[in-house]
């Protein structure tokens, strides 16, 4: 089975760029997480998605940062405008139940130049 | 006070010890708890997961979950240098409502 995919893998791109992060989570899962990881921070959850509905987004740094889930098989994360401080690893997760462990995509590696 | 606190280490054991690596969390109800695996420049990789008190084998593995102390721990026995990495405990509430990760511990197996 297809685990979970995101894209791109890297993106580099200058301060007040629009970046546009996606995910496909694995088929079947009803919850959906994004995370960011930093040396400095650890992982972060930003927000997650049940049933393709946002539930908590309360982790989400600011008005900058935005997620859509459109459908079950699709989410994006929009960073507008982007700031170096926003370089960091993106992780989208995705668990087949809220109790259940999630697995987590291979990442994007974005820094803001 | 951190809702998942973990050592950050790093934590060196020589090959062929047992590494223990430890968790606690505050919130007294939480229901699931998880530990992942994750090598530098890699995702995070679930290894364990555990959902009752007591101890729950997997190979070299093993979860300890004690709900009354509020802490979760592994235990990896015969330990490879290729178990070096960071290992992150998750913890989640007991309405599948909060999701808590550690901010992990390094593990570094010397040969």
């Known amino acids: 089975d297809a685990g979970v995919i995101q894209s791109p893998r890297h993106e580099v791109t200058e301060m007040g760029q629009e970046v546009t992060l996606r995910c496909k989570p694995i088929?079947?899962?009803?919850?959906l997480f994004w995370y960011r990881q930093t040396m400095m921070r650890g992982l972060e959850l930003l927000i997650y998605?049940?049933?393709?509905?946002?539930?908590?987004d309360s982790g989400m740094p600011e008005d900058r940062f935005s997620a859509k889930m459109p459908n079950a098989s699709f989410s994006t994360l929009k960073i507008q405008p982007s700031e170096p401080r926003d370089s960091a690893v993106y992780f989208c997760?995705?668990?087949?139940?809220?109790?259940?462990?999630?697995?987590f995509g291979d990442g994007t590696r974005l820094s803001i130049l | 006070q951190k809702e998942v606190e973990q050592n950050s280490g790093p934590l060196s054991v020589p090959e062929g010890a047992i590494a223990s690596l430890n968790c606690t969390y505050s919130?007294?109800?939480?229901?699931?708890f998880f530990w992942y695996r994750q090598y530098s420049g890699k995702s995070p990789e679930l290894i364990m997961s555990?959902?009752?008190?007591g101890d729950k084998e997997d190979g070299r593995f093993t979860a300890q979950l004690n709900k009354a102390s509020q802490y979760v721990s592994l235990l990896i026995r015969d330990s490879q240098p290729s178990d070096s990495a960071t290992y992150l405990c998750?913890?989640?509430?007991?309405?599948?409502?909060?999701?808590?990760f550690g901010s992990g511990t390094k593990l570094n197996v010397k040969p």
């Open positions: 919130d007294r109800v939480s229901q699931s």
């Open positions: 555990i959902y009752s008190n």
């Open positions: 998605f049940n049933n393709n509905v946002p539930i908590d």
């Open positions: 998750a913890v989640i509430s007991d309405n599948f409502n909060k999701f808590y």
């Open positions: 997760a995705s668990s087949f139940r809220g109790g259940e462990p999630q697995h």
């Open positions: 088929s079947g899962h009803d919850y």
